[in-house]
């Protein structure tokens, strides 16, 4: 019988993670439901059934996130894949607000420094410190790969382009942080050539959940299929690619 894959999703108990982690599940994966709230994360485990484990992990808190590294290794002894994919938009956004609002009072003239330095803490040193407490777990893994879920609008290539409508919502928090996310990515994928850990970037549609107050237009199982897709990839699939859909890259 084939070893069960292990994975660890960074915010899972709801949104994109919930949903990638439902499908991993479904196909045979033992599934590490990470979420800040312990018990929004058993909650969610439950709804997946059988699988799935929650595991207590704010990626902005190092101590949480070494007690979730010390955890998988004393129970599994490695990880397979890990899916990075806890984020935040904004932290004070009236609801009421529209992204495009939102977007003229964080302008790089007037942004608020604790805005963007608590959405960076999530999306882009959250993202790196996880990476460094997990990797010594997925080198113990003969078949390890890291996707992390960036977004198209932290494109640099698509926002520079003058044609482009929605470059007006371009700006340092989520954006910028997406784009440092991608950075940082491509700089793990360097580091990782040769060492057969793959690592890929991806984005989901624009996903009605909680991150953009459910406006987006997809549903969360069409929004987060390009997320699915890439995390079932098999030893054989490629790595260092940054994809909306199969074939279907984003400029970096
Ligand atoms: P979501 O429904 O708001 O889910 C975000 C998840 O991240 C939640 O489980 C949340 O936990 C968790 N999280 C936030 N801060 C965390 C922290 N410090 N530590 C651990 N977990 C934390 O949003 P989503 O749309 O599914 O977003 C998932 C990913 O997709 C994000 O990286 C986002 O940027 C990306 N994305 C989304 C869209 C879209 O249209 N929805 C498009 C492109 C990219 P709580 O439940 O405790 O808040």
């Known amino acids: 019988m084939p070893h069960r894959r292990i994975a660890l999703i960074t915010g899972a108990n709801q949104g994109v993670g919930l949903q990638v982690a439902k499908e991993l599940a479904a196909n045979g994966v033992t599934v590490l439901v990470g979420s800040r709230n312990l018990a929004r994360g058993d909650a ?12 207590q992990l704010d990626v902005t808190d190092h101590a949480s996130i070494a007690a979730a590294a010390e955890r998988i290794g004393t129970e599994f002894g490695r990880l397979d894949l890990l899916v990075n994919n ?21 302008r790089p003239s007037n942004v608020s420094f604790d805005e963007m330095r608590a959405v960076w803490e999530t999306n882009v040193f959250g993202v790196l ?11 113990l893994s003969s078949d390890a790969r890291i996707v992390n879920v960036s977004s198209g609008v932290g494109s640099l290539t698509t926002n520079a382009d003058p044609a482009f409508g929605y470059r007006r919502v371009f700006g340092p ?4 942080s997406k784009a440092a996310l991608n950075a940082i990515s491509l700089a ?11 690592v890929n970037l991806v984005s989901p549609a624009f996903t009605a959940t909680n991150l953009n107050n459910y406006a987006g237009t997809e549903s969360v199982e069409d929004g987060s299929r390009e997320v699915v897709r890439v995390a ?5 699939g490629p790595t260092g690619t940054f994809t909306r859909w199969e074939n279907a890259p984003i400029p970096w």
């Not at 928090?173 to 910028?176: D, I, K, L, S």
């Not at 793990?188 to 793959?198: D, F, Q, W, Y």
């Open 44 to 55: 969610a485990a439950q709804q997946i059934g059988p699988g799935a484990t929650a595991i």
């Open 129 to 139: 410190a996880v990476y460094q407490a997990m990797l010594p777990l997925l080198r």
């Open 188 to 198: 793990m994928m360097i580091e990782l050539e040769g060492t057969g850990i793959k």
């Open 173 to 176: 928090v989520y954006p910028a």
């Open 232 to 236: 079932l990839l098999g030893p054989e």
């Open 86 to 106: 806890a984020g935040i938009s904004n932290t004070g956004r009236s609801l009421s607000a529209s992204i495009e609002d939102y977007a003229k009072t964080t």
